[in-house]
């Protein structure tokens, strides 16, 4: 029989794997998004605005002196189904793996356990890149490919993030210029934020850095690289991150960060299953199923430059 693998299997192999599928991308490895785990359906996100409370001490006050008006409401993370499938032969990694070259009849020969859990692994690097890709630009739709909304995908149809009428490609000429006009948009109770990111593509980070290197007094030599910041802001770039694009946001692993991720499991007692793909078959196949989503909470306190 082919093994189906839940949280009991091989050292809780299935948390394993579902970590390493979401904390391998960049976006939650760097410590970038807040991660809920374990959302099989909806998952709220309450938010809370208050504002000016103080005031002139009063010896009786009344409902009449009561200032600073709470806001009260919630944004969703709603994971969406997502299955990873993939047929491979064992056999081809039989002359690797000395221990795994079968003995006796060929036709029972059977996957150990352990070598299942090196497959896994190697799965999960795939998967770490694949989602960690959906986390920033997935799109929902009923088309293959499009499984859930990604954060950028929400902030550039956010109608409240704070967004620059005409903006252009990015240089080496105008990206101080961008880079400027980004951080005079930032709220001025953001700047001091230690979580407040600048995020950009690894092209545009180049610019930056070769713009810098540049600089006759300021920069640093060819055989070294400037400080990933901009006036004391860090500067985040993503492999998966699309060029001329650059959002100003607090993001981090707290739950007050700007950028949400939910993961879970489906209700389906077979979350990870490899078996044969047939009777008759040498083939095996490796079957995941989960959910992932992401959001933003505050979209007026989000940056865009979209200069694509």
Wanted: aromatic share 10%; glycine share 6%; proline share 4%.
């Amino acid at each position: 029989m082919g093994a189906v693998i839940n949280s009991a299997y091989s050292g809780e192999v299935l948390d394993q794997l579902l970590v390493k599928a979401t904390t391998g991308n960049q976006m939650v490895a760097g410590g970038h998004i807040r991660v809920e785990p374990n959302i099989t359906h909806k998952f709220s996100i309450p938010r809370l605005r208050a504002g000016n409370m103080l005031q002139k001490r009063k010896e009786d006050p009344v409902k009449g002196d009561s200032k600073g008006d709470f806001t009260i409401d919630e944004k969703y993370l709603e994971p969406k189904d997502v299955m990873a499938f993939t047929v491979f032969n064992p056999r081809a990694f039989e002359k690797f793996w000395r221990k795994y070259q079968p003995k006796g009849n060929l036709v029972f020969a059977e996957l150990p356990q352990d070598a299942q859990n090196a497959m896994l692994s190697e799965f999960a690097k795939v998967l770490d890149f694949e989602l960690g890709e959906h986390f920033i630009k997935g799109v929902y739709g009923t088309n293959e490919g499009q499984y859930f909304d990604g954060i950028l995908t929400r902030i550039v149809a956010s109608t409240t993030v704070k967004k620059f009428d005409t903006p252009e490609a990015i240089t080496e000429s105008n990206i101080l210029s961008v880079l400027k006009s980004v951080r005079d948009v930032i709220p001025v109770h953001l700047r001091g934020n230690q979580n407040l990111k600048l995020f950009m593509s690894v092209d545009d980070a180049d610019i930056y850095d070769d713009v810098l290197t540049n600089q006759p007094s300021k920069g640093t030599d060819f055989t070294k690289t400037n400080p990933e910041r901009f006036k004391g802001i860090r500067i985040v770039p993503l492999a998966q991150w699309p060029k001329n694009v650059v959002v100003a946001a607090v993001a981090s692993l707290n739950i007050d960060s700007n950028f949400w991720a939910g993961v879970g499991y489906v209700n389906d007692a077979e979350v990870i299953q490899i078996d044969k793909l047939s009777n008759a078959s040498e083939l095996y196949f490796f079957k995941m199923l989960m959910k992932a989503d992401t959001n933003i909470v505050f979209d007026d306190d989000i940056v865009l430059y979209d200069g694509r």
